[in-house]
């Protein structure tokens, strides 16, 4: 049995860089759901959950190794390291995607989808839905497999010397693609860790922010895996990231009430919700050589023997991107339909 009741889905040793003063004891919040500003908040209550992950101390274990490694790189990148050796970017990105698989809210969209998938089917299959920490632990076991599909990422730190500070959330390792949207694939199709233009955000401070990309499609002008920004716009990009991604806090260290309520208001009509989608279509036209499927609402529209239920998660698009987040020169992106090479210039 897990000895720790209390499981922190965002650790301490993350939230600290954001704590007042840096002395990981209270935060400044912000409450997206009910527009409150908490300053000084106990961070110990913040993120966490009596045994989030359930009563298996192995895993418990498991995860205290990848914080520890994580908290070790943080702390001498905020100090003021400027050399990435390969084990601390492995060690960031290990925890880039445990802390992207293991959040409530993470674990939220799964359940929600599931519920969603239940409900497309019927009531009769019963225990088809899970539970929060049922996806939770799900997702736990599945981190080895996720992390491989993160291991041709590249991986670059950001200074931030801009007048606009970094800030977090509940859900701090946000995921998405700006290839995937800018050829609005966003419309029909979701995409994944192994997704090509996949890009991971993870800020690690107010100065300090870690970024996941593929390489394939994007180039960042970096000096051994740094880089600076003094560009107020391109923190902005960043914090809407956050904004757009979280559950429900937001964690800021020295941006004020108003200037956080400024933003949250301008980002919020970008915000997506609910973040999975379930389709259900019926067997429209079968003549012996194809079958052909119809959209209707629900499955309660129409008499029907036959379906098919596709599910994806939603993401939602910022309104704009970091300036040094460029395109590559003639980058490659695989599609496996017709298993062709397409070049993007």
């Known amino acids: 049995m897990a000895t720790n009741k209390n499981q922190h889905f965002v650790p301490r040793c993350y939230l600290k860089a954001f704590t007042v003063h840096g002395e990981n004891r209270a935060i400044n919040v912000y409450n997206i759901d009910h527009d409150r500003y908490i300053s000084g908040a106990p961070v110990k209550n913040q993120c966490s959950g009596d045994y989030f992950y359930g009563q298996d101390q192995g895993l418990e274990d498991a995860i205290q190794f990848v914080e520890g490694s994580y908290a070790r790189e943080a702390t001498q990148l905020i100090s003021g390291c400027t050399c990435l050796s390969e084990e601390a970017a492995t060690a960031l990105r290990a925890f880039w995607v445990l802390q992207h698989l293991r959040t409530e809210a993470a674990s939220r969209r799964s359940a929600e989808m599931s519920l969603q998938m239940a409900d497309a089917v019927g009531e009769e299959i019963d225990g088809f839905a899970m539970s929060i920490k049922q996806a939770v632990q799900i997702a736990m076991h599945a981190y080895v497999e996720m992390f491989r599909a993160t291991e041709d990422l590249e991986i670059c730190i950001v200074r931030n010397i801009s007048c606009i500070p970094f800030i977090t959330s509940d859900d701090p390792a946000v995921m998405t693609n700006r290839w995937h949207f800018h050829r609005q694939w966003h419309i029909t199709r979701s995409f994944g860790l192994g997704s090509a233009g996949m890009i991971g955000v993870l800020p690690l401070s107010e100065q300090l922010l870690c970024v996941l990309y593929d390489p394939d499609l994007y180039e960042?002008?970096?000096?051994?895996?740094?880089?600076?920004?003094?560009?107020?716009?391109?923190?902005?990009?960043l914090n809407e990231l956050q904004i757009l991604n979280c559950h429900a806090n937001l964690y800021v260290r020295g941006t004020d009430e108003r200037a956080i309520r400024k933003t949250v208001e301008f980002v919020r009509p970008r915000r997506v919700y609910p973040r999975t989608q379930v389709t259900y279509a019926i067997r429209d036209v079968d003549?012996?050589?194809?079958?052909?499927?119809?959209?209707?609402?629900?499955?309660?529209?129409?008499?029907?023997?036959?379906?098919?239920?596709?599910?994806?998660q939603l993401y939602a698009e910022p309104s704009g991107w970091?300036?040094?987040?460029?395109?590559?020169?003639?980058?490659?992106?695989?599609?496996?339909?017709?298993?062709?090479?397409?070049r993007q210039r």
């Open 220 to 237: 960042l002008a970096h000096n051994g895996r740094f880089l600076e920004t003094a560009l107020d716009s391109d923190a902005e990009f």
């Open 322 to 342: 970091p300036a040094f987040l460029r395109w590559r020169n003639r980058g490659l992106f695989f599609i496996p339909k017709d298993t062709s090479m397409r």
């Open 287 to 312: 003549d012996g050589d194809y079958t052909r499927y119809r959209v209707v609402p629900s499955k309660d529209s129409e008499p029907h023997q036959e379906a098919l239920i596709h599910s994806r």
